[in-house]
């Protein structure tokens, strides 16, 4: 079964340019969560979605930032007009529902970006 | 709320060395403990749990028991890898939560 997949795995865009990020969940998942980590923040939590409906976005940094679920199986992180400090790995990561326990997340490999 | 503490890092350690990764929580109720690990150009990835205190959660030689007395499920290693080398990550879950709160991380360098 593929894992979560991730796109573009690396992008490099200049200051102002909107930038969209892709993500396939595993089949079956019904939870999406994208992270996003720099050496200087670490591993922040953007936002999540439970059954395609966000749930907690109090962790988009700015009005900059919008996250969609058009689809079960699929989300895009979008931002707009991007900045240099937007620069960072970006990752999707999905799970059957965390409520129950089990705590198992699923990355994905991540995306790269960077902002000049 | 709910936090997780990790050891500073870098840690850098010889192959075959002992290994320990200390990991502390505060959380109300009774959590779940997670080890992630992230391999490098890698997303994280679970490497093992544990649901109720006295648990002993165990994967690839890696080991770490959640202790609730001292709050504290700290990683431990009998004699590392090259290939261990990774950031790893503690988190909790808290039951009914949707949402893992992840330590800061600490990155492993095994050097031959």
């Known amino acids: 079964d593929a894992g979560v997949i991730q796109s573009p795995r690396h992008e490099v865009t200049e200051m102002g340019q909107e930038v969209t990020l892709r993500c396939k969940l595993i089949s079956g998942h019904n939870s999406l969560f994208w992270y996003r980590q720099t050496m200087m923040r670490g591993l922040e939590l953007l936002i999540y979605?439970?059954?395609?409906?966000?749930?907690?976005d109090s962790g988009m940094p700015e009005d900059r930032f919008s996250a969609k679920m058009p689809n079960a199986s699929f989300s895009t992180l979008k931002i707009q007009p991007s900045e240099p400090r937007d620069s960072a790995v970006y990752f999707c990561a999905s799970s059957q529902g965390l409520a129950g326990g089990s705590g198992e997340l699923f990355f994905g490999e991540g995306s790269r970006l960077t902002v000049l | 709320g709910d936090s997780v503490t990790q050891m500073e890092g870098p840690v850098t350690l010889s192959e075959e060395a002992f290994l320990t990764i200390n990991c502390t929580y505060t959380a109300t109720g009774y959590p779940s403990l997670f080890w992630y690990v992230q391999y490098p150009g890698e997303g994280l990835q679970l490497l093992l749990k544990?649901?109720?205190?006295?648990d002993k959660g165990s994967n690839k030689g890696f080991e770490a028991t959640y202790r609730k007395e001292t709050t504290s499920f700290h990683l431990e290693k009998g004699s590392v890898q090259v290939s261990d080398s990774a950031v790893y990550f503690c988190a909790l879950l808290n039951f009914g939560n949707e949402k893992l709160t992840f330590g800061t991380g600490t990155r492993l360098t095994i050097i031959p």
């Open positions: 544990a649901t109720k205190a006295d």
């Open positions: 979605f439970n059954n395609n409906v966000p749930i907690d």
